[in-house]
């Protein structure tokens, strides 16, 4: 079993909601940002890494009727699933390490929120960054530990981003329009400083 898919099957079996950092009980930043293009509702909204958020019902809740959730945990895409119960059928749901993502149609929007900074590795970044090129129509939208951020998640090593070292990586297809510091209170009240960056698909 893929190693990293087996960490965090076992983080999403082990953990509650409130035992895990990331847990927000509305995504302002996300909606903010996504929010921020005034794209219809019927926009192709992919969540990657979005794992058991909150993002999903939000969106639901606002109306959006076209969005996929990605995930490496199929654990986490259950609970999801079993929390939004009959809306769950609303989105597809997919489940795969984004290193073996190969989409299938393009997407107007791209949001994630820190699952791009779990990748360390030069040729990782560089095919997430293909992916996004190839197939994000948009608008991005990225969430990743800013360089006064914790080094770590849930154990595992990240790689942490200014608003200039984001910029730089997507500036081939896409113009940066707003980077802001966002700190992050955990569920058990320590402090997670975050850049949010909003990108614009050049003509």
Not at 108 to 132: C, G, M, N, P, S
Not at 171 to 197: G, I, K, M, V, Y
């Amino acid at each position: 079993m893929n190693t990293s898919k087996q960490h965090w099957d076992q983080v999403f079996t082990t953990k509650s909601p409130q035992e895990v950092s990331w847990t927000q009980e509305y995504p302002t930043p996300s909606m903010d940002l996504i929010q921020g293009f005034n794209l219809p509702k019927s926009t192709a909204i992919i969540d990657i890494g979005g794992g058991d958020s909150l993002l999903v019902d939000t969106l639901l809740t606002k109306g959006y009727t076209n969005i996929t959730v990605l995930d490496i945990s199929k654990k986490a895409l259950d609970r999801a699933q079993n929390r939004l119960g009959e809306k769950a059928k609303k989105v597809e749901w997919i489940v795969s390490d984004i290193n073996d993502f190969k989409p299938t149609k393009k997407y107007d929007l791209w949001h994630d929120r820190a699952a791009f900074h779990f990748l360390t590795q030069k040729e990782d970044i560089v095919r997430y960054t293909k992916t996004v090129n190839g197939f994000v129509s948009k608008a991005l939208v990225i969430g990743t530990f800013s360089k006064e951020g914790p080094q770590k998640c849930s154990g595992l090593p990240i790689t942490q981003y200014s608003c200039g070292s984001l910029s730089e990586n997507f500036e081939e297809q896409f113009n940066l329009l707003e980077c802001r510091a966002e700190e992050h209170t955990t569920p058990f009240d320590t402090l997670q400083n975050f850049t949010f960056s909003q990108f614009l698909r050049k003509k």
